[in-house]
C-alpha cells in the first residue's frame, strides 16, 4: 500500500528522512503515526526509526539531544521541529515484566518491529508513503482489531502495561480485542501488578476519556484487570455503572474522571484512592471537594456556601458530572452566580489582619481569626460591603461584642 498524499506533519519530517538516507542509513516513519493515517486521525508525534546508530545520528544532525540515548533514541532539532529518532534494536529477556534487561541496536526493519505490542503500531512507512506492513497491522485495522504482534503471551511478559494499553486503545478507537490477544490479557493480568502505578494511571485515564470508553470499560472488566488496580479490587458491580452513562457525552478531563469513578464507586475516602494511584495533592483535594459537592446536588441547589468554598474551576467538574450522569445541569448559570459573588477568598477582604490590629490597639491572638472569619462571612452574603472602613467598624463592632460575652 502506498499514501499518496501524505499529512504535512510528515511532508515536513522527509527533509530528516534525506538527511539519514543520504548519510548511508534506513530511515522509516513508525508506530502511532502511520497507523492514525490509515485511521485517518489526527496526526500528533511523527517518531522516525533507523539503521543510524545513535552516535551516528548525533554525527548527522548539528543539534541533538541526548533524551533516551541508552535505549536508542535522539531527539534532533531540525528547521524549529523536533523529532526523536530512534535505532532499530532488539530487547532481551524482562526480568522485571516492564524493561528490558539489556538493548541491542541492530540494522533490521524487521527486528525493530517484531518487538512492538500491536501490528497495528508494527507498521512502517517509507519517504515515498510506501506502508512496511510485515505483521498484518493493515488487515487488524480494517477488522477494527487489537492484535498483539506474534505471541500475545510473550509480549505481555515482556512488558505487562502493554495488557492496559490494548484497553486503552479499545477505548480510544473503537477495536475490538482480538480472541487470542484477550485470552493472554485474561491468563497474565497479574502481572499489572509489576508495574508501576504511576504508568497504569496514564492509561487508565486515557482510557475514560476515549470517544469509546465503554468499549475499553467492558474489556477492563471482563479481563478482571481491574483487580489489580488500586481501590479497584471487586468493584465490578460499580465500574458496570459506567457502561450505563450516555457514552455519546465525553468525559474531558482527568478531574472529572476521578470525580464520575469515587462516585459511582461510591469511594467514601477519596484521599486515600487517590493517594493509591499517586495523584497530585491538587487532584486530591479537587476530587474530594467534588466528590462531596456531587452528592450534595442530589438533593440541593448551589447555596452562596457551596459556590465560595468550592470555587470555579471544581465547579465545573461537578457540572460537567452530573451532565454526563444524565442529571440537571447548567454550567454557565452556576459560575455565573458564582462570578457574582463579592469575593471569592478571604483574599479578597479590603482588610487583614495588619489593619485591625492597630486600629484596635490589641495584641495578635486567636480573637483575630473569629474576627476574619466572621467579616468574611458577613462580606460573602452581603450584610455588609467589602469598604475598607465599613469592616474596620464593623470588626470594632464584633470586638466589642465578644469581650462583652466574655
Not at 468525559?251 to 474522571?257: G, L, P, R
Not at 499517586?278 to 483535594?285: A, F
Not at 469575593?343 to 479590603?350: A, N, Q, R, Y
Not at 482588610?351 to 460573602?380: A, H, M, R, T, Y
Request: charged fraction near 30%; include cysteine.
Amino acid at each position: 500500500m502506498i499514501i499518496e498524499n501524505l499529512p504535512q506533519e510528515f511532508k515536513k519530517a522527509l527533509p530528516v528522512i534525506n538527511e539519514i538516507e543520504e548519510a548511508g542509513f534506513e530511515a522509516y516513519f513508525v508506530g502511532g503515526s502511520v497507523r492514525d493515517i490509515m485511521l485517518n486521525h489526527q496526526i500528533h508525534d511523527v517518531d522516525i526509526a533507523t539503521s543510524a546508530f545513535p552516535e551516528e545520528i548525533k554525527h548527522i544532525f548539528k543539534k541533538t539531544i541526548d533524551i533516551g540515548i541508552e535505549h536508542g533514541t535522539v531527539l534532533v532539532l531540525f528547521e524549529d521541529e523536533q523529532y526523536e529518532i530512534t535505532t532499530f534494536r532488539t530487547e532481551s529477556t524482562y526480568q522485571d515484566y516492564r524493561r528490558p534487561d539489556e538493548v541491542t541496536f541492530v540494522r533490521s526493519l524487521e527486528e525493530d518491529l517484531k518487538r512492538r505490542d500491536f501490528t497495528m503500531n508494527a507498521l512502517a512507512m517509507n519517504k515515498n508513503g510506501e506502508i512496511v506492513d510485515l505483521f498484518n497491522g493493515i488487515d487488524a485495522i480494517n477488522k477494527k482489531e487489537i492484535v498483539a504482534v506474534g505471541d500475545a503471551s510473550e509480549r505481555f511478559n515482556e512488558d505487562a502495561l502493554r495488557m492496559m494499553r490494548g484497553l486503552r486503545f479499545s477505548s480510544q478507537l473503537n477495536f475490538t480485542l482480538e480472541k487470542e490477544t484477550k485470552k493472554a490479557i485474561k491468563e497474565h493480568r497479574a502481572l499489572l501488578g509489576k508495574i508501576s502505578i504511576e504508568r497504569i494511571y496514564i492509561e487508565w485515564i486515557k482510557l475514560l476519556l476515549g470517544n469509546y470508553r465503554n468499549k475499553g470499560i467492558a474489556a477492563f472488566i471482563e479481563t478482571q484487570c481491574f483487580n489489580y488496580c488500586p481501590g479497584l479490587e471487586n468493584k465490578k458491580v460499580e465500574l458496570e455503572r459506567f457502561l450505563e452513562l450516555d457514552e455519546s457525552k465525553i468525559i474531558k478531563d482527568e478531574e472529572t474522571a476521578w470525580l464520575l469513578l469515587c462516585y459511582l464507586l461510591m469511594i467514601e475516602d477519596t484521599s486515600t484512592l487517590l493517594k493509591q494511584w499517586k495523584s497530585s495533592n491538587k487532584m486530591i483535594q479537587s476530587v474530594k471537594v467534588g466528590v462531596h459537592q456531587l452528592r450534595k446536588r442530589k438533593t440541593s441547589d448551589w447555596s452562596v456556601d457551596d459556590l465560595y468554598q468550592t470555587g470555579s474551576e471544581v465547579i465545573s467538574f461537578v457540572e460537567d458530572a452530573r451532565n454526563i450522569l444524565g442529571k440537571s445541569h447548567n454550567k454557565a448559570i452556576v459560575l455565573s452566580k458564582y462570578d457574582e459573588l463579592p469575593i471569592k477568598s478571604i483574599k479578597d477582604m479590603h482588610v487583614n489582619g495588619k489593619d485591625i490590629i492597630p486600629f484596635l490597639g490589641e495584641q495578635p491572638g486567636p480573637w483575630l481569626g473569629d474576627v476574619l472569619s466572621e467579616l468574611e462571612e458577613k462580606v460573602l452574603h452581603g450584610i455588609i460591603v467589602n469598604n475598607k472602613e465599613e469592616l474596620l467598624k464593623e470588626a470594632k463592632a464584633i470586638r466589642k461584642r465578644v469581650k462583652e460575652n466574655d
